[in-house]
């Protein structure tokens, strides 16, 4: 009992810091771009980071738990698996909590499966390598991915609104169309196998006509709701068009960082929780099973304290995401955040580990390479890069020491 306080205490220390660092640069976008203030983006992270995780946060769970490191291997010693998975969760909060305070999107997927790479690799060469290659494999695609979509999500923008005579009027023409395209994307994300925690599994055939469905709706209340060009009496400024353009786009920027947390929330939860949910099977049960289901207030717990740690230390990564990049305006910033949010989902109802982080720098970076290559920051980029590469061997370094320890002192 004592090993499963501690293991919720360190788990929820986890989940404050993927808030702190990934749930921040999520939302970056967003707050850079004027389209929320802080607080509204801690809201809205409140509410759909908490619908990602309870609903469809499962998936990766099961992934990050025992896909890298096979359970199989500790039956005859379960402490084992509880002081590893313990020692990758410290070492993974402590990394991600050094670099939100230096203000560094680093990648929590590659936090923790970094660090229970390194236990594997201490407990005797339990790792799935298979499994690590193709999680490896996925954290090149992600943005590349991320950042082609996002390229094109511009290119589009920019030739069929921007580019235009009349941007104001075409931004009014589109912008239901792109909210009905980011409507059905979130609601074949939450049918499509995707509600397994309430026993909801539609087929496909019955999920794309229910997400039509969604789209078509959603579309029509845009049409109606979203504010629509002034009448002209006389010839407006270029600037007051685009400022128009800018408003409307504000406005599905903030849907596409709904769309975001819940993404975030259905992917990345399991970083805190994954770990945790192999603790508790142990301590719950005495063994280690080959699949355990993760109770919904586990999961509770990890969206708990992931909205708690973006409110309470999220600035820095937002200010880097935002602001350091690239110039981000809420055109840009709504091409971003639906090309890594599409990016995330996807690749969650695979049960990859996709790192948002990765996810959203890329698509952030095809935004701006859409404006050319001088849009982009690149001392920020290095920076960011640089901390990516130190991620995976750090926090594998560090398991590798706490489990040592662990096991010395405490067996």
């Not at 999520?26 to 609903?55: C, D, N, P, Q, Y």
């Not at 909210?179 to 019955?206: C, E, Q, R, Y």
């Amino acid at each position: 009992m004592v090993l499963l306080i501690v293991a919720l205490v360190i788990g929820l220390y986890m989940a404050w810091n993927i808030g702190a660092n990934d749930v921040a640069n999520a939302l970056g976008t967003s707050v850079g771009s004027k389209a929320l203030t802080f607080r509204s983006a801690v809201i809205l992270a409140g509410i759909f980071e908490f619908a990602g995780a309870v609903l469809v946060g499962g998936h990766v769970t099961d992934t990050v738990r025992k896909g890298i490191v096979d359970p199989s291997a500790f039956t005859g010693n379960p402490d084992l698996l509880v002081y590893g998975m313990l020692a990758a969760l410290v070492s993974a909060a402590l990394w991600l909590h050094l670099a939100s305070y230096f203000g560094q999107p680093v990648s929590t997927t590659h936090s923790i499966v970094g660090a229970i790479f390194g236990f594997g690799l201490i407990a005797g060469g339990a790792v799935n390598w298979a499994k690590m290659g193709g999680i490896v494999a996925s954290w090149v695609i992600s943005p590349l991915a991320s950042g082609l979509l996002g390229f094109l999500t511009f290119a589009f923008i920019k030739k069929k609104i921007l580019g235009t005579e009349r941007p104001d009027e075409a931004a009014a023409k589109y912008a239901p169309y792109l909210v009905m395209v980011v409507a059905f994307m979130l609601s074949m994300a939450l049918i499509f196998k995707g509600l397994k925690n309430i026993h909801l599994d539609w087929p496909m055939t019955t999920a794309l006509g229910v997400s039509a469905l969604v789209a078509i709706v959603a579309g029509g209340l845009a049409f109606f709701l979203l504010p629509k060009p002034v009448k002209r009496e006389k010839e407006l400024e270029p600037t007051e068009e685009f400022d128009y353009t800018e408003r409307i786009f504000r406005y599905l920027q903030i849907t596409t960082a709904a769309y975001v947390a819940f993404a975030h929330g259905a992917n990345d939860v399991a970083n805190a929780v994954g770990p945790l949910a192999a603790v508790y099977a142990v301590q719950t049960t005495g063994e280690v099973g080959m699949k355990v289901g993760v109770p919904i207030w586990i999961l509770l717990l990890g969206g708990a304290g992931i909205v708690a740690g973006l409110a309470m230390f999220g600035r820095r990564v937002m200010e880097t995401v935002g602001e350091k990049i690239t110039h981000m305006t809420p055109t840009r910033g709504f091409s971003a955040e639906f090309a890594a949010a599409t990016t995330v989902l996807v690749c969650s109802k695979l049960g990859l580990p996709i790192s948002t982080t990765h996810s959203l720098i890329g698509a952030v970076m095809g935004v701006g390479l859409a404006r050319g290559l001088a849009a982009l920051q690149l001392k920020t980029i290095r920076s960011i890069f640089t901390s990516w590469l130190a991620t995976v061997p750090v926090t594998a370094v560090m398991t590798i020491i706490l489990y040592w320890l662990a096991t010395k002192l405490l067996l």
